[in-house]
C-alpha cells in the first residue's frame, strides 16, 4: 500500500473514532425534551446538530491541521480561501434531524474529506445500531470493518428496495410505478450507506446538500456502486463553489446494475 493510502487509511480510521464520539452526543440528547429551532419551514434543528457540529469541528482540526471545515450548521468554520482547491472537511452532525426531534432512531452522521472539489474520504455512522460505514479513494468500503459491497439486483426488478426523498413521492413522477419497494429513510446519507452494503439499489433525493451526499459518495463507489447527476453527468469535481454555500445538490445513485437505465427512468422525468 503506497504512501497516500496508508495516510487515508489512517484519516478514516480517525474520522470514524470522531463519529462514534459525536454519536455519543446524539444519543445523549436523543429523546430529551429539548427547544427545537427552525432553518426554514419543515427543516428543523436542534442543540444536537449544534453540539456534534462543534465537537467534529475540533476532532477533525486535531486529525487533519491543514484542512478546512465546512458544517452544516455553521458553515465554514476554518480554513477559508477557495474550497475547490486543497483539503475541507464536510460534515453533516446529525442527518435525518426530523426523525430525530420526533423520536425515530433513524438518523446519521456524515463526514467526507474533499480534496481539490472531489471527496477522497467518506465515512458515516449510525449511532443507535452502532453501524459504522467508512471507505477511502483507493481502499474498499467497509461496515464496521467488514468489506461490503453493493447488491446485483436490477433496481427496477424484482424485488429491489430503493430510497425515494419524501418531496418526490408527493411529486408522483411516473417512474415510481416502477419501483417494487420505494421508501424515504429521512437520512439521505444513510440511504446512500445501505446501497454500499447491499441493502438498498437505489436512492434519488432532489434537496440534499453537499454535506449529505459527500461521504456517500465515496462508499457508494469504493463498493462498486454509482453516484451521478440526475443526466448522469458527474457530481465530482465541483465545477463551482455554490455547493460550500448550501446550494441544492440532488443526485441519483445506483448499485451500478444499469445506472444508465435509471438515469432515463428516473432523472430524465425529473431533470
Not at 435525518?96 to 472531489?118: C, E, K, Q
Request: with cysteine; glycine share 10%; aromatic share 10%.
Amino acid at each position: 500500500m503506497n504512501n497516500q493510502k496508508l495516510t487515508l487509511k489512517r484519516l478514516a480510521y480517525h474520522a470514524g473514532e470522531a463519529a462514534k464520539e459525536a454519536g455519543e452526543i446524539l444519543l445523549y440528547f436523543f429523546k430529551k425534551e429539548e427547544p427545537i429551532d427552525y432553518k426554514s419551514p419543515g427543516n428543523p434543528v436542534t442543540e444536537a446538530d449544534r453540539a456534534s457540529e462543534r465537537f467534529l469541528a475540533e476532532a477533525l482540526k486535531k486529525i487533519a491541521p491543514d484542512a478546512a471545515f465546512y458544517g452544516e450548521e455553521f458553515g465554514m468554520q476554518y480554513g477559508g480561501g477557495d474550497p475547490l482547491q486543497g483539503e475541507c472537511w464536510v460534515v453533516d452532525p446529525l442527518d435525518g434531524t426530523a426523525n430525530y426531534s420526533a423520536g425515530v432512531p433513524i438518523f446519521s452522521i456524515s463526514i467526507a474529506l474533499m480534496r481539490d472539489g472531489a471527496p477522497i474520504l467518506g465515512v458515516i455512522y449510525d449511532p443507535t445500531r452502532d453501524d459504522l460505514f467508512k471507505a477511502f479513494q483507493g481502499g474498499p468500503c467497509l461496515q464496521n470493518d467488514s468489506p461490503c459491497r453493493v447488491s446485483a439486483r436490477p433496481p427496477f426488478r424484482g424485488i429491489s428496495p430503493s430510497a425515494v426523498s419524501a418531496d418526490i413521492i408527493r411529486a408522483r413522477p411516473p417512474f415510481l410505478s416502477s419501483l417494487s419497494k420505494g421508501r424515504s429513510l429521512g437520512s439521505a446519507a444513510l440511504q446512500m450507506a445501505y446501497i454500499a452494503a447491499g441493502g438498498l439499489d437505489l436512492a434519488i433525493d432532489s434537496r440534499t446538500r453537499l454535506w449529505d451526499a459527500a461521504a456517500g459518495s465515496v462508499l457508494i463507489e469504493s463498493a462498486g456502486g454509482s453516484v451521478t447527476a440526475w443526466d448522469g453527468s458527474p457530481l465530482f469535481p465541483l465545477k463551482s463553489a455554490e455547493a460550500f454555500e448550501g446550494a441544492p445538490f440532488p443526485f441519483l445513485a445506483t448499485n451500478g446494475v444499469d445506472h444508465e437505465a435509471a438515469v432515463r427512468r428516473a432523472g430524465s422525468e425529473l431533470s
